[in-house]
C-alpha cells in the first residue's frame, strides 16, 4: 500500500496494481503485475511498483498508464525516491543499492558513497530542503545496521553530502523502516536501544531523550516538542521543553504496530486490531476494534489514516473527533 494526499495505491488479488478512490474505496484503475508481494510508491504524478518477481514498474498516477518496466531486480524491496532519482536495494543486505532515472527507469552508474558491503540499511529517507542549507532535492539520509553513523547521500552522484557520529547505529526493524519526521521537517530515529535522536538540516544531530529501558525498534514520534515513545506495555510522552513524562498504561494488552500523529496526540494499532487515540496529557481519547488485524498504519499526509490488515482496509478520518 502507498498512500498520498488524495491518493491511495494498493497491491491486490495475486496479480493486480489497484488505485483507489481514498474518500469512498472506488477503484479507479487498475494494472497487471506479477505479484501482489512487492513494494509501491507513489511519488509525485508517478507511482512505482516493484514486484517481489523483480520488475520495477512506473505508472501514471491519473490514468494508470504504464510508463516503463525494468526487469531483474529481486531482493532489493526497498523502494525511495529522492527527486527524479529513485533508490532501490539495502534491504537485508542481500544487495547493495542501486539507482535508476524517475524518468525512464534506466540505472545511474557507480555505487553509494559510505556503506559497508553485505549489512542491512535503514530504510533510504529522501529529505528536501533548500541548497543553500546543505539539503538539495536529491539527497537521502542513509543509516548501516553494523555502523554508528548517519550519511547523508547525493542521490544522483552516490557521493556523501555530510556525515555524522552516533552513539550506537541506528535501531530498526526487520522492515527497514527506522525514520519518521517531526513537524520542523527533523529527522527523529533511535540510536542503539534507548537513545532517541534528531537530524535537524541546519544544525545537525541532538539527543532528544535517552529511555531508562530498552524500546522497540519503531521509529519515534515527535509532534511540536512532545516525543511519543511506544512499548508493549504502554506509551511514554515526553514533553521536550519541560522533561515532564507521562506513562500511559491503559491500553489494550499486545505489541504495538504502527503508531502515527493526530491533531492533539497519537493514533496506535494495538494488539492485532485495536486503534486507539491518546492526547498529550495521556488520556484515551476514542478506541475502536476493527474486524481484521492491522498490520500498518499509513497516513495520507493530511486527514486520512489507512490501517491495512491481511485483506482488509480501513480508512479512518483524523480531522474530526
Known amino acids: 500500500m502507498a498512500a498520498a494526499f488524495g491518493a491511495l495505491v494498493v497491491a491486490e488479488r495475486h496479480s493486480r496494481l489497484v488505485r483507489l478512490d481514498p474518500e469512498s474505496g472506488t477503484p479507479l484503475w487498475e494494472q497487471g503485475v506479477e505479484d501482489c508481494w512487492g513494494t509501491t510508491v507513489v511519488a509525485g504524478e508517478r507511482c512505482l511498483y516493484l514486484s517481489q518477481a523483480g520488475v520495477l514498474h512506473c505508472f501514471d498516477m491519473h490514468d494508470g498508464q504504464r510508463k516503463w518496466s525494468t526487469p531483474n531486480l529481486g531482493l532489493h524491496h526497498y523502494v525511495s525516491v529522492s527527486g527524479s532519482v529513485v533508490i532501490l536495494g539495502g534491504w537485508r543486505g542481500y544487495r547493495s543499492p542501486i539507482r535508476v532515472d524517475l524518468a525512464d527507469g534506466r540505472p545511474f552508474p557507480g555505487r553509494l558513497a559510505g556503506l559497508a558491503p553485505g549489512s542491512p540499511l535503514a530504510w533510504p529517507l529522501p529529505v528536501r530542503r533548500e541548497p543553500e542549507r546543505g539539503f538539495g532535492a536529491d539527497s537521502i539520509v542513509v543509516a548501516n545496521a553494523s555502523q554508528a553513523n548517519l550519511l547523508l547521500l547525493d542521490a544522483r552522484t552516490g557521493a556523501t553530502r555530510d556525515e555524522w557520529s552516533l552513539p550506537a547505529p541506528v535501531r530498526f526493524r526487520d522492515s527497514g523502516i527506522a525514520f519518521s519526521v517531526g513537524e520542523d521537517g527533523s529527522v527523529v530515529f533511535l540510536s542503539g536501544g534507548r537513545t532517541v535522536m534528531a537530524l535537524h538540516p541546519d544544525s545537525g544531530v541532538e539527543v532528544l531523550w535517552r529511555h531508562d529501558r530498552d524500546l522497540p525498534a519503531l521509529p519515534p514520534i515527535l509532534t511540536g516538542r512532545t516525543l511519543w515513545l511506544t512499548e508493549d506495555t504502554g506509551v511514554t510522552i515526553i514533553d521536550l521543553d519541560h522533561g515532564a513524562r507521562t506513562e500511559v498504561m491503559d491500553l489494550p494488552y499486545g505489541a504495538t504496530c504502527g503508531v ?41 499526509g493530511r486527514s486520512l489514516v489507512h490501517a491495512m490488515g491481511k485483506g482488509h482496509l480501513t480508512t479512518l478520518d483524523i480531522s474530526t473527533s
Do not use: F, K, M, Q
Open 260 to 300: 502515527v500523529p493526530v491533531p492533539g496526540g497519537a493514533l496506535l494499532a494495538r494488539a492485532g486490531n485495536h486503534l486507539v487515540v491518546v492526547n498529550r496529557a495521556g488520556e484515551i481519547a476514542a478506541r475502536v476494534r476493527l474486524s481484521a488485524r492491522i498490520d500498518r498504519l499509513l497516513p495520507d
